[in-house]
């Protein structure tokens, strides 16, 4: 079965500024998540499910390969600056280019338990290629729900691949639901035409 999720513009969130829109994708039965788009970026945020143990995987290894196929991974972490919350509400930033700051933060997440939130802001300009992304994060281990908000940004010049919406479903606190019921490619679609306005 193949729906499309209905999508809802909130004019009272972004009536001030035009270039500002903001929407909501919901089934009928399960919400989905929301959509900014801004004059440069483009936010699609959801109720997620990301394993913390896995967190530097999923965010610098198996994100970017679905932002930017085909972009070699081993170079990567000369481009990231990431910030971490701890549990006691201490702030962490990392430069990970600067090799100091890569093995502190190393070591921060090899105890994911202690941290609340994180942060990965990427650049990468190399050659004629250059992508750019931000994607936030909750702990779930620290939500009542083990659920947890989870958003990427892009600059709207940016694609929304048919892979990067798999990987948002699949990071889904409902994916089950939605995999058995979206079609990503529609879904994709959609988002392009929304940060395309």
């Given at each position: ?80 600056k ?17 090799e100091e ?97």
């Open positions: 079965m193949d729906e499309e999720i209905p999508v809802e513009e909130v004019t009272k969130f972004t009536g001030k500024d035009p270039f500002e829109k903001f929407y909501l994708f919901n089934t009928p039965d399960v919400p989905f998540g929301f959509f900014f788009v801004s004059q440069e970026t483009c936010t699609l945020g959801w109720q997620g499910a990301l394993n913390f143990f896995s967190l530097d995987v999923e965010a610098l290894q198996r994100l970017p390969s679905f932002i930017a196929p085909g972009w070699i991974l081993s170079n990567i972490k000369d481009t990231i990431v910030s971490l919350i701890l549990q006691a509400h201490e702030l962490k930033r990392y430069d990970i280019n600067q700051q890569y093995f502190q933060y190393k070591a921060t997440i090899e105890n994911p338990n202690q941290i609340s939130f994180v942060r990965y802001d990427v650049q990468l300009i190399s050659g004629l290629s250059s992508f750019r992304y931000s994607f936030t994060a909750e702990n779930p281990d620290w939500q009542p729900t083990s659920s947890s908000e989870l958003t990427i940004l892009l600059p709207r010049s940016q694609g929304w691949s048919d892979d990067l919406v798999g990987w948002i479903i699949e990071h889904h606190i409902s994916a089950q639901y939605f995999q058995q019921r979206i079609r990503q490619e529609a879904l994709s679609k959609t988002i392009k035409n929304l940060s395309s306005f």
